[in-house]
T-cell receptor, first 111, second 115 residues
């Protein structure tokens, strides 16, 4: 049973560019959440998707947007990249009231 | 802000039990306590969660005080591979009736298991 998979594992972008990160949830899971983890900090919640709708959102600007597809996979889009957006981006999936399971993350470096 | 308080670091001898404390004095009646751990540069790994009863699984035990204001994660026989940052999290309730609230991470406890 594959767990949560994220792609790509690493990428480097230039300030002002746009980036799309992808996540496939654990089999059977219907809810996907995204987190940002800066170096030395705990993960911070960005938003959560359920039934293709954004259900909850953390304190992140509108530059951060997402999408969930009918197969429950999800994308995180970040526009107008800033140096401060450099971080590990984590996707977590869950089912109903069950615990979220995390992927290994995408390491984004903005130069 | 995180609703939990944990010591920043702890040491444990290999083979001994590791007891990681967590304070969550403002926890609400329908909020669960979750524990995750994160090994350097990997995604957080789910360990265990509970509401008010003690819980045990193949990885660890979770002891929650009767007033639910604190809890302890117990790794019964720590190994070098248990060296990680351990996060105690109160999972917030939601405004749509479910308990699938987001996880609010604090700084966690860096556990070092030494030979």
């Amino acid at each position: 049973d594959a767990g949560v998979t994220q792609s790509p594992t690493h990428l480097i972008k230039t300030r002002g560019q746009q980036v799309t990160l992808r996540c496939s949830p654990k089999s059977g899971h219907d809810t996907v959440s995204w987190y940002q983890q800066a170096l030395g900090q705990g993960p911070q919640f960005i938003f959560q998707y359920y039934e293709e709708e954004e259900r909850q959102r953390g304190n992140f600007p509108d530059r951060f947007s997402g999408h969930q597809f009918p197969n429950y996979s999800s994308e995180l889009n970040v526009n107008a990249l800033l140096l401060g957006d450099s971080a590990l981006y984590l996707c977590a999936s869950s089912l109903e009231d069950g615990p979220p399971y995390f992927g290994s993350g995408t390491r984004l470096t903005v130069v | 802000d995180a609703k939990t308080t944990q010591p920043p670091s702890m040491d444990c001898a290999e083979g001994r039990a590791a007891n990681l404390p967590c304070n969550h004095s403002t926890i609400s009646g329908n909020e669960y306590v979750y524990w995750y751990r994160q090994i350097h540069s990997q995604g957080p790994q789910y360990i265990i969660h509970g509401l008010k009863n003690n819980e045990t699984n193949e990885m660890a035990s979770l002891i929650i005080t009767e007033d639910r204001k604190s809890s302890t994660l117990i790794l019964p026989h720590a190994t070098l591979r248990d060296t990680a940052v351990y996060y105690c999290i109160v999972r917030v309730s939601t405004n749509y009736g479910g308990s699938q609230g987001n996880l609010i991470f604090g700084k966690g406890t860096k556990l070092s298991v030494k030979p």
